[in-house]
C-alpha cells in the first residue's frame, strides 16, 4: 500500500515535536526522522533552525496530521513550507530518508 507523507517545516526543534505530537494525536499517522536545515540567513529568523516533519500514511490521515501540526506550529514560532505527497515516487521515497540530524 503506497502512502501519502506530510512535509512541514516550521522554525525550531521545539515547535517540531510540538506540531509533531498534535498531528499524531489528531490522526492515525506515523512519523518518520526529522530533517534540519540553518540556513545562510539564520541570524533573521525567529529561530535559527529550520526543522522539517514528515507525517506518513493515507491521505486524509496526513491532511489532518498536517492541519493539526500546521495550526499548533503557527501558535508557537510559525511554519516555513507545507506539502502533501499523495503517492511519492520511488525516487522522492529516497529522498525523504535523508536527514541532517545524521551528521556532525
Known amino acids: ?3 501519502a507523507v ?3 517545516e516550521v522554525y525550531g526543534l ?4 510540538m506540531a509533531a505530537d498534535a498531528g499524531c494525536k489528531a490522526a492515525d499517522v506515523r512519523l518518520e526522522t526529522f530533517d534540519k536545515n540553518k540556513p545562510a540567513n ?3 529568523l525567529p529561530v535559527p533552525l ?5 507525517f506518513r500514511g493515507t491521505v486524509a490521515d496526513v491532511e489532518a496530521a498536517m492541519e493539526a501540526g500546521e495550526r499548533m506550529a503557527r501558535s508557537l514560532t510559525g ?3 507545507k506539502h502533501i505527497i499523495p503517492r511519492p515516487t520511488s525516487d522522492t ?3 525523504l530518508k535523508l536527514n541532517a540530524f545524521d551528521k556532525n
Do not use: H, N, P, R
Open 79 to 81: 511554519v516555513v513550507q
Open 6 to 8: 506530510g512535509i512541514l
Open 93 to 95: 521515497e529516497k529522498m
Open 14 to 17: 521545539t515547535c517540531a515535536f
Open 1 to 3: 500500500m503506497e502512502e
Open 42 to 44: 539564520a541570524d533573521s
Open 50 to 54: 529550520l526543522v522539517t516533519i514528515k
